[in-house]
Structure formats: C-alpha cells, structure tokens
C-alpha cells in the first residue's frame, strides 16, 4: 500500500495553530503520546499491552479533520473528528 500510514494535507496560521485533513494520528497521540511510557522504558517494547490508547502511533484514523492550537503561556488542546466514509450513510464508521 503506497499510503499504509498515514498521510495529510493542512494550513497553518501564526495567530491559531494548524489545520489537518487526511489519514492521520489522533490527538492523544500527538499531546500525550510525547511523555507516555513507549520513550522511557524501551521505545515500542515499553508499550502499553495491545496498543490500547494508541501511543505507539498503530491506528490512524481516515477522513479526519484534526485542529492543534498554538501554544499559549505553555497550555496547547487540539480536537479531531472524522467522517463516516461509507456512500449512503454518513454516520457509519465515524470517529
């Protein structure tokens, strides 16, 4: 598969942040995933078990729209949705 990982296409702005759309991470991965246990005890080893809270970077997720803000006096947040990607039914398979 040409894109097996994950790709994405965005705008970024000096007064907002940026914005994403495309086949990419969720935003747990991108905030919480930096201090996660994966970088300190022995990179994908140190792992939780299965992958469950996606901070080894496993799952991505398709036709997402994802928005991270700027910093501002150290605080940063972000949001992401996806949409279904089934024809006929636009709530099937959303995120």
Do not use: E, W
């Not at 398709?62 to 972000?78: A, E, P, Q, R, T």
């Amino acid at each position: 598969m040409l894109f097996g990982r994950q790709v994405s296409v965005g705008l970024t702005s000096g007064r907002m942040g940026s914005f994403t759309l495309g086949r990419q991470c969720d935003v747990d991965a991108d905030f919480v995933g930096a201090v996660g246990s994966r970088l300190a005890v022995g990179g994908d080893v140190g792992a939780h078990p299965g992958d469950l809270d996606n901070f080894n970077n496993t799952v991505r997720t398709n036709n997402s729209i994802k928005f991270k803000s700027l910093s501002y006096v150290g605080f940063s947040f972000g949001a992401m949705s996806s949409l279904g990607g089934v024809a006929g039914d636009v709530t099937r398979n959303q995120v």
